[in-house]
């Protein structure tokens, strides 16, 4: 970013938010209001009603009749999209091409292709792009690196994860392969990037397995990595499947091995276990909420040029294993 693209500390960051998103009160309203120097100052969706009332909820001043007017608004500085995944590509290089920074959710992409557009706009346009893997800022994250990278496991032979929740509303857009929607997206990008995250190494697929919610789209997903060196990765997740609920990690190394339960929400709890050299011990990793530090980062990268874990080299990347795992499963790209 050039130093004319620079956002100044002095003055606050401006967000306006594209959708009445029910995502965007913990990922963006709340940490914002208890964060000196941003604002949530517009909001624009698809139904203009719906839209006023998100403001008049979350006390945002302004409602734009629709995403493209929100973009314009000149009182707009950075943009927070939590639109469906199938509108990540288009609204998020829409908002950089109009000087606009932008904080958007994962998956930023429907594929990697789409990603690469979207780097490209950045880098163009000289602007902040995150990719909103909000867990990835936690202090727990941070120690599971540490762990790993010390030694105390030994050489590390397994990296596994697993995300799975029922999403029973059968008109959910993440059941809508239109929208870019199935588990791999929804729920697989989070373990994807976390076996990438811990294992510091980007993978080969190995072999998928779907389960099916309609043609092309995927309520399940159990798929086979690995990784330079030999290391195996699995992930397993879901959106309806017969493992109602499961949100864990585990590491297995020659010399040791650590299971953490909810590494991507660790604020509301989590729980780590180190099993090494005879000895099991318990770890909680305290922290305030994922999205107050992924905020902070955001800020940081727009003052400053901060470095951050989640822009669009990383999406890219992560993106390149989801479109790598739809084809050993037999499925189809998103967006295509």
Request: overall charge neutral; aromatic content about 6%.
């Given at each position: 970013m050039t130093l004319s693209a620079r956002h100044t500390a002095s003055t606050p960051l401006r967000f306006g938010i594209l959708g009445a998103a029910r995502i965007a009160p913990n990922a963006l309203i709340r940490p914002a209001r208890r964060m000196p120097g941003v604002q949530v100052v517009a909001v624009a969706a698809r139904d203009p009603a719906r839209a006023r009332a998100f403001a008049q909820r979350h006390a945002i001043a302004r409602v734009h009749l629709d995403y493209a007017a929100l973009i314009a608004d000149p009182e707009v500085d950075a943009i927070y999209n939590p639109l469906p995944n199938s509108l990540h590509g288009e609204w998020s290089i829409r908002a950089l091409q109009a000087g606009k920074?932008?904080?958007?959710?994962?998956?930023?992409?429907?594929?990697?292709?789409?990603?690469?557009?979207?780097?490209?706009?950045?880098?163009?346009?000289?602007?902040?792009?995150?990719?909103?893997?909000?867990?990835?800022?936690?202090?727990?994250?941070?120690?599971?690196?540490?762990i790993i990278r010390s030694g105390e496991l030994g050489t590390i032979r397994h990296v596994e994860?697993?995300?799975?929740?029922?999403?029973?509303?059968?008109?959910?857009?993440?059941?809508?392969?239109?929208?870019?929607?199935?588990?791999?997206?929804?729920?697989?990008?989070?373990?994807?990037?976390?076996?990438?995250?811990?294992?510091?190494?980007?993978?080969?697929?190995?072999?998928?397995q779907a389960k099916l919610r309609g043609p092309s789209l995927d309520r399940a997903m159990a798929a086979d990595l690995r990784f330079p060196g030999g290391t195996t990765g699995r992930i397993v997740c879901s959106l309806w499947s017969s493992t109602v609920f499961s949100i864990q990690a585990h590491v297995r190394g020659d010399q040791g091995d650590l299971s953490v339960i909810n590494p991507f929400l660790p604020h509301l709890f989590h729980r780590l276990t180190v099993r090494a050299g005879g000895r099991t011990r318990h770890e909680r990793i305290p922290g305030e909420s994922t999205y107050t530090y992924q905020l902070h980062a955001f800020l940081d990268a727009v003052h400053s040029d901060a470095p951050f874990p989640t822009g669009p080299d990383d999406a890219i990347a992560n993106m390149q294993v989801i479109d790598a795992v739809y084809r050993a499963a037999g499925l189809p790209l998103r967006g295509f």
């Open positions: 920074h932008v904080l958007c959710e994962k998956p930023l992409a429907a594929n990697a292709q789409e990603a690469a557009q979207m780097r490209d706009a950045a880098q163009t346009a000289g602007r902040v792009l995150m990719e909103a893997f909000h867990y990835r800022y936690h202090p727990l994250t941070a120690r599971l690196i540490e994860a697993h995300m799975a929740a029922p999403l029973v509303r059968r008109g959910d857009i993440r059941y809508r392969y239109d929208l870019a929607g199935g588990a791999t997206m929804d729920m697989g990008c989070y373990t994807i990037h976390l076996l990438r995250t811990l294992a510091g190494a980007e993978p080969e697929v190995i072999a998928a």
